[in-house]
């Protein structure tokens, strides 16, 4: 069983920046991929953006060039640095993670999942 536990959440002003944390526990998880997810109030959950072991990031249209995944894999921590932040970015934010660690991450679908961190941009 891997349990993953997000952080990092909070109330910023449109074009701020909120530093996401997904804290891993289990074993091998040099090995997992990791995907970032989003769900606002009435909405499908959505992708956000992925990395995998080699580490390989992938990114949504909509946050391409605004947030940067990465991970440390010595505490088994993975990151959603996010910039520039819109309204649109309003939503509970969740991490993913699956041992199919060395394929393109887009296309997997995971299979732990944390409670989620909410992020709020309000002027």
């Known amino acids: 069983q891997v349990q993953l536990v997000e952080s990092g959440g909070g109330l910023v002003q449109p074009g701020g920046s909120l530093r996401l944390s997904c804290g891993a526990s289990?074993?091998?998880?040099?090995?997992?991929?990791f995907g970032w997810f989003r769900q606002a109030p009435g909405n499908a959950r959505e992708w956000v953006s992925c990395?995998?072991?080699?580490?390989?990031?992938y990114y949504a249209d909509s946050v391409k060039g605004r947030f940067t995944t990465t991970r440390d894999d010595a505490t088994s921590t993975v990151y959603l640095e996010m910039d520039s932040l819109k309204h649109e970015d309003n939503a509970g934010y969740y991490c993913?993670?699956?041992?199919?660690?060395?394929?393109?991450?887009?296309?997997?679908?995971?299979?732990?999942w944390g409670q989620g961190t909410q992020v709020a941009v309000s002027s």
């Open positions: 289990g074993s091998n998880l040099d090995y997992y991929a």
């Open positions: 993913g993670t699956d041992p199919y660690g060395s394929t393109a991450c887009p296309a997997i679908k995971y299979q732990y």
């Open positions: 990395i995998n072991s080699a580490p390989i990031t």
